[in-house]
């Protein structure tokens, strides 16, 4: 089995926020997942650097693009790093691979008559990188960026998406996980039964971008350039290798909503012109909307939310991103929500039931886990297995980690039932405690290895407390894995209690 997944290629015009931290972190999730699984995983991201207001901020520095780029591209390469995400490979446009791919793609499409010339006149957002139509725009703004186009009338090649309708209508009509979540493949499928207007895919008289091989005059529009990164990337990832063979075109895109159209339309469209087969599934996220009204008062003089990783660490900010909004909708997340969390779920919830069931293990067996496994109880703990990874393949991490999360209350609420310390005063009821003290160990062990993938810190940690080996192999998940032990001693606190720093 293998398994590719990628995430928008993001505009190197400003650095990452928390939006874009996003994305990545959910790629990251799935990927190792995947990993865990025993699957052969391929985890793409990268940057987008062909855009006009790419150009226009370098001007603005007195620097040349690539200039601009190359210094810019460290704040993006420093991004997925932060996040502790496992990408295989960070793609720019302006690598000379992906240049090369682009034009033969293109060729591709031209060679087979779905491209032509043509004059364009319209108005171009350059927030959007977009042509607008009139009802569009909101008292003649962009109503996403909030300014006025710019009038453009240039020789244009155009590619012909209107063919394209009745294949892509059948694409979504035969295949009905394509898109997720469903609403989402419901205005991705309107919006090509309401037809299809071909679209300009160069630009004229413009330096700034892969020139178009037939007519080097022109560049490439960026959003077809950027597109291409999904399969470019993999021609030359790896020296002498050609990963299409395996990746392609297994994929899947995550993308935010408001890129659908060029993931769900533009791309499946372009890709069958060139003769490749549609990706495999696109999974669109909602948006979140960050509250950050509350800066000043509890995180002291923190403006950015990345750097809640110095203050909190990254696995609680992959936690809580994933944790607060329902992966698939939009929704608000504050600055003050990750403590929470962090308190509440994380120390409490998850590092406590570790640091009360390794300190039990110290006093009452010596660091001995007792290998006490109940017949029979296993099945509570497949069946939490089987729907784990059932919810992260149609990407429902939420979902997922929800799952996980009620599972550290049962184990919590097991030790308040099974009161231990109540058994350890009586010798009769050492068969029951050891009972109880494995059941605890194994169950903690399976989460820490199941919630590897959204904590990556933490689950090897949880496992070195227990005395169990490094292997994240998702069959561990599995009753009654635990080994034995020595010496097992009390765990630190996984989650200490941190100190915010105060308001300047
Ligand atoms: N360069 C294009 C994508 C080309 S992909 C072939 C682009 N780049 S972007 O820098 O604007 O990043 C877009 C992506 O970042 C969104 O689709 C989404 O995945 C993520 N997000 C940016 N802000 C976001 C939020 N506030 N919330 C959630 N995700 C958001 O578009």
């Known amino acids: ?60 520095e007195g620097l040349d693009p690539k200039e601009y780029a190359d210094r810019i591209v460290e704040h993006w ?63 003649g ?29 059948a694409l979504y009509d035969s295949n009905p996980g394509f898109v997720l979540p469903a609403n989402k493949a419901n205005e991705a499928r309107s919006f090509i039964a309401g037809g299809l207007e071909d679209f300009s895919v160069s630009r004229a008289g413009q330096p700034w971008g892969v020139p178009i091989p037939w007519d080097e005059t022109q560049v490439t529009y960026v ?36 890129i659908l159209r060029f993931h769900c339309v533009f791309w499946p469209a372009l890709l069958l012109a060139a003769g490749y087969e549609p990706p495999k599934q696109l999974f669109v996220h909602g948006f979140l909307l960050l509250d950050d009204k509350k800066i000043s008062k509890s995180v002291g003089n923190i403006i950015d939310p990345l750097d809640l990783i110095d203050i909190y660490g990254v696995d609680p900010l992959r936690f809580y991103l994933i944790r ?39 006093k009452y067996r010596d660091g001995r886990i007792p290998i006490a496994p109940v017949e029979g109880e296993g099945e509570r703990i ?38 231990p310390w109540e058994l350890a005063k009586d010798e009769a009821n050492a068969a029951e405690l050891d009972t109880v003290l494995f059941t605890l160990a194994d169950g903690i062990r399976a989460l820490a290895v199941a919630l590897s993938p959204f904590l990556p810190d933490t689950g090897p940690r949880i496992l070195a407390a227990l005395g169990q080996p490094d292997d994240l192999a998702w069959e561990n998940v599995a009753y009654g894995r635990t080994v034995a032990t020595e010496g097992l001693e009390p765990a630190a606190p996984l989650f200490p209690r941190i100190e915010l720093p105060t308001a300047a």
């Not at 077809?224 to 990746?247: C, K």
């Open 324 to 362: 607060e909004v329902p992966f698939g909708q939009d929704g608000s997340a504050s600055l003050d929500g990750v403590g929470e969390r962090y308190d509440r779920e994380l120390a409490n919830d998850l590092g406590n039931l570790l640091s009360r069931a390794t300190a039990m293990i110290a």
């Open 77 to 139: 390469r420093a991004l997925p790093e932060r996040l502790n995400a496992t990408h295989d490979f960070f793609i720019r446009t302006t690598d000379e691979g992906h240049k090369r791919f682009v034009q033969e793609f293109l060729q591709r499409i031209y060679d087979n008559g779905d491209i032509y010339e043509d004059t364009y006149a319209g108005l171009y957002c350059v927030g959007c990188e977009a042509f607008k139509n009139e009802d569009e725009l909101v008292d």
């Open 223 to 258: 959003w077809v350039d950027a597109l291409i990164n999904y399969v470019s990337a993999l021609t030359y990832a790896r020296d002498g290798e050609d990963l299409r063979e395996e990746f392609w075109p297994d994929v899947r895109h995550l993308l935010g909503k408001d």
């Open 382 to 419: 497949a069946a939490l297995q089987a729907e784990v990874s059932a919810k992260l393949d149609r990407f429902d991490l939420t979902g997922a980690l929800e799952d996980l999360w009620a599972y550290v209350r049962e184990l919590n609420g097991y030790v308040t039932k099974t009161k």
């Open 141 to 169: 703004l962009c109503p996403i960026h909030g300014t006025k186009p710019e009038w453009i009338e240039e020789k244009n090649y155009f590619f012909k998406l209107s063919s394209y309708q009745d294949k892509l209508l």
């Open 1 to 60: 089995m293998s398994f590719y997944v990628t995430t928008p290629i993001y505009y190197v015009n400003s650095t990452p926020h928390i939006g874009h931290a996003y994305t990545t972190v959910a790629a990251d999730i799935v990927a190792r997942h995947h990993r865990q699984r025993g699957e052969s995983t391929f985890f793409l991201t990268g940057t987008d650097e062909h855009a006009s207001k790419v150009a226009r901020v370098a001007a603005e």
